[in-house]
């Protein structure tokens, strides 16, 4: 069975720093295209970051840029999400999704991953 469960999340001062980790069961990153997404209740959900694991390309959504990282260790099947100087307006459940039939580009624009995980809170407040 493909699964994916994410890690890492928790209450955290602003200007510190978490890692998110997705890990894997069923398949290995190799060849895919790995998301970060996160949803505040009652708002939409939002992509944060998307990684082609086969070119490296990456994206991010422009709040969050020099400041999250996102990565994969195929050897460990676990996908990550670094997240440095975090903010109040960062807070929100954070999910990871993954997909082997899609291109990056369609996935940031549509979303349409195949695998997503149940989430992980990430809470920033002093």
Not at 61 to 70: H, L, N, P, Q
Not at 84 to 98: H, Q, S, V, W
Request: charged share 25%; net charge positive; proline share 2%.
């Amino acid at each position: 069975e493909v699964q994916l469960v994410e890690s890492g999340g928790g209450l955290v001062q602003p200007g510190k720093s978490l890692r998110l980790s997705c890990a894997s069961s069923g398949f290995t990153f190799v060849d895919h295209v790995v998301g970060w997404y996160r949803q505040v209740p009652g708002k939409e959900r939002e992509r944060v970051s998307a990684l082609d694991t086969d070119t490296g390309r990456t994206f991010y959504r422009d709040s969050v840029k020099g400041r999250f990282t996102i990565s994969t260790d195929n050897a460990k099947r676990t996908a990550y999400l670094q997240m440095n100087g975090l903010k109040p307006e960062d807070t929100a459940i954070y999910f990871c999704a993954a997909d082997r039939r899609r291109t990056l580009y369609r996935l940031w624009e549509l979303s349409e991953y195949d695998h997503w995980g149940q989430g992980t809170q990430v809470t920033v407040s002093s």
